[in-house]
């Protein structure tokens, strides 16, 4: 009888903070603008688009990015030099959507980013720079 409230309590705390991690887990996510997402961030966003499954924060290294020529295609990405930023892009056709970035890559995956998720994204806080 003792083994088993043993038992039952031990089940019932790992129940309880079972559920207390997943609620700070949730409240970790920060809203950011699209066009400030780089680093982990941006790659942890093209990975919730891409990706079989959402990674988690700390395992974002095991992750594959995808190829910025293969999101050009499938999203019709519109990417070019720009004159004020290093480079401009977009999936909408439309000035005002447009994604600078200071690489090809970065502006592609915020045009793509944008595109899925709109101009905020929320996103773990400790892959924020």
């Not at 996510?29 to 700390?58: C, F, H, K, M, Y």
């Amino acid at each position: 009888m003792w083994l088993h409230r043993q038992a039952t309590d031990v089940l019932r705390i790992s129940a309880i903070a079972a559920k207390g991690i997943e609620r700070y887990a949730m409240s970790r996510l920060v809203s950011i603008r699209t066009e400030e997402l780089a680093g982990p961030a941006l790659d942890w966003a093209i990975n919730a688009i891409e990706g079989d499954q959402q990674p988690v924060a700390g395992q974002l290294d095991l992750f594959a990015l995808p190829d910025a020529e293969r999101l050009i295609t499938k999203y019709g990405v519109w990417v070019d030099v720009g004159h004020r930023h290093q480079w401009l892009a977009d999936t909408t056709n439309d000035p005002f959507n447009r994604q600078i970035g200071e690489t090809r890559t970065i502006a592609v995956f915020r045009a793509v980013v944008f595109a899925q998720c709109g101009a905020t994204v929320k996103v773990p806080a400790e892959l924020i720079q």
